[in-house]
Structure formats: C-alpha cells, structure tokens
C-alpha cells in the first residue's frame, strides 16, 4: 500500500519507520518542505520518499494526520482525500500544553468539518512514539499484543486501519464511532496512553 503521512515529528516519523518495515511506501510531508526531510528520507531508506504536503496526500491511498490538531492551516487540500481513509493521530492541545475546550464535540468530528468526504478514522493518538516504535510484537497472538484504539463511523475504513496496526506488531481496539469512542480516547481519558494488551482492553470496555 501507499501511505502518505502529514507531519515528520515523533509520531509521523515513528510510523512511517514501522510502515516501511512491513512492506509498504511511504511518502512523507512536513510544513518545511521536502528539502527539510533528506536525512530523514536517507534514514527510513527506499521505499520512503519526501513531497509536499499535497503530494503526500495525493500519493497516499490512505493518508495519515500527525501535524498539531491546532493547525488546520497544516493540513492537505480536502479536495485530495476525498473518499480515502484518513488517519487522525491528533489531539486537541493548546499550544503550550492543555486542552481545547470542544464542548461536546470531539477532535476527529471537528477535523472532519475541515475534511469533507474523507473517512476519518482515529488511530495512534493515544500511544506514546517511543512505545509505538518498541512495543510492536508481530511474534506474539493478537490477544497478547499491546493494544491500539480506533474509533470511526465507517466499518470497511476501520477494519483496513485496523489490518494495518496488526501489521506492525499491534492490536487494534474499535472503541466505536467517531464521536462516542473519539472520547474515550481523547487525551485524560481512561485508555489515553494505557500500556494494556488486546485481552485487558476488551476487559475494561466491557466495564
């Protein structure tokens, strides 16, 4: 699969590492350009490459969102994700640390509005990078895997994000829709960065 990735900082450069290693192409984008990202392309090896923000989008059959959720100015042109599954790993912080205060709406809703006809699905936003860059075990059966959450409102879309985290050594958790499970996994929730394996998180959802 192609996969674009919006943003080279910790998670964005994290998951284009981890998406190389299972075999896929990755094209990855920053605010910078793509000159700023030489050595990070050189490091991820030949199957990644450097574009611009829309180039990424455009290259990407599924595209992945890790820029500050604060800076819409940062994401792709909706027009290029239109009927592609789009990735959030964002979340609502302030520059400077805290929360944006959503009301009732959640962080993936709101990206949604900027995004009209993409298929968000939340995913990767609740792990710290380092764990994601060690925690993967592709060794271990998925019920003993440390657990991935995913939340949106297309079934097809989640189950393909859902293929892909098991391909990195995961397992993926659907915590529901993009507004009931988006909160669960906003940041202060109870499964915001929860070391748990697939058995113990399907234990505490159930509760």
């Not at 450069?13 to 700023?36: D, E, M, Q, Y």
């Not at 100015?73 to 959030?88: C, R, T």
């Not at 507004?179 to 748990?196: A, C, F, R, V």
């Amino acid at each position: 699969m192609k996969i674009g990735i919006i943003g080279a900082g910790n998670i964005g450069a994290t998951l284009a590492n981890l998406f190389i290693k299972a075999g896929h192409a990755v094209a990855i984008s920053n605010s910078r350009g793509p000159s700023s990202l030489k050595d990070l392309v050189k490091a991820l090896g030949d199957n990644a490459i450097a574009l611009s923000v829309n180039d990424a989008a455009a290259f990407g059959e599924m595209v992945i969102l890790a820029v500050p959720w604060r800076k819409f100015e940062a994401l792709p042109d909706p027009v290029l994700l239109k009927d592609k599954i789009v990735v959030d790993a964002m979340n609502p912080y302030k520059e400077g640390g805290g929360l944006i205060d959503l009301g009732d709406s959640t962080s993936s809703e709101e990206t949604a509005k900027h995004l009209p006809g993409a298929n968000i699905v939340k995913a990767f936003n609740t792990i710290w990078f380092k764990h994601l860059a060690e925690s993967g075990r592709s060794d271990l059966p998925l019920k003993e895997r440390r657990a991935i959450f995913i939340a949106g409102d297309n079934v097809e879309c989640k189950a393909k994000v859902s293929h892909l985290i098991e391909e990195i050594g995961f397992a993926a958790i659907d915590t529901g829709n993009l507004h009931d499970g988006g909160k669960l996994q906003e940041p202060q929730s109870e499964l915001y960065n929860k070391e748990i394996t697939c058995e113990e998180a399907h234990a505490l959802l159930k509760n």
